[in-house]
């Protein structure tokens, strides 16, 4: 799913200083609700929010945006916070 939304946006970035927190059972809520909500739905991030009394529309997106950054950033190999290519093991004998 996540790679589907990598190929129509493979340059998504997300800036923010600091991110509000989320508990474990607000990701978990989050994470069954991206599975049961059709990423083509207009009113997706609406009902996300609805399921999580906490969060507005606009914070489940930025989650979601900023959760995909992130692993985008793990996919392309580099630290998060510091742009630097991860280093990989030589093949040498």
């Known amino acids: 799913y996540l790679m589907s939304l990598q190929s129509r946006n493979p340059d998504i970035a997300v800036t ?3 991110w509000p927190q989320w508990t474990q059972q607000e990701n978990e809520i989050f994470e ?4 049961n909500f059709d990423d083509g739905d207009p ?3 609406h ?3 609805e399921l999580l009394p906490n969060k ?3 914070d489940v997106q930025r ?3 900023r959760l995909l950054a992130d692993i985008l950033e793990i996919e392309r190999g580099s630290r ?3 742009n630097q290519a991860v280093p990989t ?3 040498s004998s």
């Open 16 to 18: 923010a200083t600091t």
């Open 63 to 65: 989650w979601y945006e």
């Open 43 to 45: 009113q997706r991030w």
């Open 32 to 35: 069954a609700a991206l599975a």
């Open 47 to 49: 009902k996300i929010a």
């Open 80 to 82: 998060r916070g510091t």
């Open 89 to 91: 093991p030589s093949n």
């Open 56 to 58: 507005s529309p606009t």
